[in-house]
């Protein structure tokens, strides 16, 4: 993995103890196939207790990695940032690789004919990424929220939900959210505006987090 020195830095000493916190953290998960945003690394020192959750601690780790980067002390590929992201045609150099592309792009609709139809919701952009990877294996629908859903947004959900609903499928939303004030409206705006919107009838879970995980894993 490239450890790359762009740089020459002297860090503190405490500098380098948390950078190998930061390096213990995308470790644990790069083993587990997965990549981490920054956003992500922070939420997981916050839950470690190792830094604290506020938004000077996250542009003061933004910082930390930047520097340790340059430095040659993460990887340049263990964090990605996922918001931007050039964008370009696809190239083949022949038709018998795009041919290859397409067969394994090719995935048969596991929810044809189900009884229920399921999708993911999550609060977090962060999260999406980690929740993503398992739902893509399960092929489940997932979308992130970034908060309250935009009004565009929820409409084109309902008129996509609705499809399923004529198809004679029960519509299953499972929601993750934080377990604050906003966090649980969030669950509530979801169910209220999809219902305004003609589709009155979903099974609705809140799947995390809830004070039982809290009082659990805190």
């Known amino acids: ?10 860090f503190r000493k405490d ?8 390096n213990t953290v995308i470790n644990d998960y790069k083993t587990q196939g997965y990549n981490l945003t920054l956003r992500q690394v922070y939420y997981q020192l916050v839950a470690r207790d190792i830094i604290p959750n506020t938004e000077r601690s996250y542009k003061n780790l933004g910082n930390l990695i930047s520097d340790a980067r340059l430095a040659g002390l993460i990887d340049w590929l263990s964090i990605e940032d996922r918001t931007r ?12 690789e795009i041919i290859d592309s397409a067969a394994w792009s090719y995935h ?24 993503g990877q ?15 859903v935009s009004q565009s947004e929820m409409w084109s959900a309902a008129e996509r939900l609705r499809n399923h609903v004529v198809s004679g499928q029960h519509i299953v939303l499972l929601h993750l ?5 906003s966090g649980k409206d969030m669950s509530r705006d979801i169910v209220e ?17 809830n004070m039982s995980q809290i009082e659990e894993f805190c």
């Open 1 to 10: 993995m490239p450890k790359i020195e762009y740089v020459s830095k002297k």
């Open 15 to 22: 500098s380098l103890a948390l950078i190998d916190k930061i």
């Open 85 to 96: 992201n050039i964008r370009r045609n696809s190239h083949w150099s022949s038709p018998a």
């Open 108 to 131: 048969r609709n596991h929810w044809e004919g189900q009884e229920n139809y399921v999708e993911v919701w999550v609060e977090k952009d962060a999260l999406i990424g980690i929740v």
């Open 134 to 148: 398992i739902c893509q294996h399960l092929d489940v629908s997932h979308f992130s929220c970034r908060g309250y």
């Open 177 to 181: 959210g934080d377990h604050d004030p």
């Open 193 to 209: 505006r999809l219902s305004l919107f003609g589709v009155p009838s979903v099974e609705f879970h809140r799947i995390a987090l």
